[in-house]
């Protein structure tokens, strides 16, 4: 069955540089979410998107924006690199009313900030 | 307040054995759903279980089962015969509300416990 793609896998950054972390939802899955989990850490939701339109913010800080794009894959952008922003940025996708409640993450992208 | 509490930050079982690992919620709204993810050390995030408030049963998955226990608000999972590729972190989360018109609400997770299944 498909999964969840992201890309890149790994990202090595350099202090206020800007990254774009990629996110390719289970086919018919309308509902992205972006998750960060620093080291040692639990994830903690960042943003999420229903059809296309913000639906939800966490913690996602002013130097973060996303998007969900017509074909349903999300792009996070992240300006301003800080060392703090080193972490695994997990997007999960979700198939939409009556199957809401299973989310299915992708493997991550692992940025690191040096 | 904590939302969702594993009170086990590292466990032990052998090989074989079966193994329940803890997990308490707080939650006023009267519609939510309960997950467990398992995360290897490879980092992806493996989606195991869900029991919805509402469930009557407690869910099973092959080898996993929640044991959902609702006026205490826990639901703690259990893994039977442990096999080594078991060892991973695992997370318990929540998410509160039901949108039948759209997949809304993100997950809320606990800080997980890492199992270690020894031979």
């Known amino acids: 069955a498909a999964g969840v793609i992201q890309s890149p896998r790994h990202l090595i950054k350099e202090k206020r540089e800007t990254a774009t972390l990629k996110c390719y939802p289970i086919?018919?899955?309308?509902?992205v979410y972006w998750y960060q989990q620093g080291p040692g850490q639990d994830p903690q939701f960042l943003i999420s998107?229903?059809?296309?339109?913000?639906?939800d913010k966490g913690s996602i800080p002013d130097r973060f924006s996303a998007q969900q794009f017509s074909d349903y894959h999300s792009e996070l952008n992240m300006s301003s690199l800080e060392l703090g922003d080193s972490a695994l940025y997990f997007c999960a996708s979700s198939p939409g009313a009556g199957r809401g409640y299973e989310q299915y993450f992708g493997p991550g992208t692992r940025l690191t900030v040096t | 307040a904590q939302k969702i509490t594993q009170t086990q930050p590292g466990m032990f079982v052998q090989e074989k054995e079966a193994v329940t690992l803890d997990c308490t919620y707080d939650t006023s709204d009267p519609s939510y759903g309960l997950f467990w993810y398992k995360q290897p050390s490879s980092g992806e995030m493996i989606f195991l279980i869900y029991?919805?408030?509402?469930?009557?049963q407690n869910a099973t998955e092959g080898r996993y089962s929640l044991n959902f226990q609702k006026a205490r608000k826990s639901a703690n999972l259990v893994i039977s015969a442990s096999q080594l590729g078991d060892s991973a972190m695992y997370f318990c989360?929540?998410?509160?509300?039901?949108?039948?018109?759209?997949?809304?609400?993100?997950?809320?997770f606990g800080k997980g416990t890492k199992l270690s299944v020894k031979p």
């Open positions: 998107f229903y059809e296309k339109m913000q639906s």
């Open positions: 086919p018919r899955h309308d509902t």
């Open positions: 029991q919805g408030s509402y469930d009557q």
């Open positions: 989360a929540m998410r509160e509300g039901y949108d039948y018109g759209g997949s809304q609400g993100n997950l809320i």
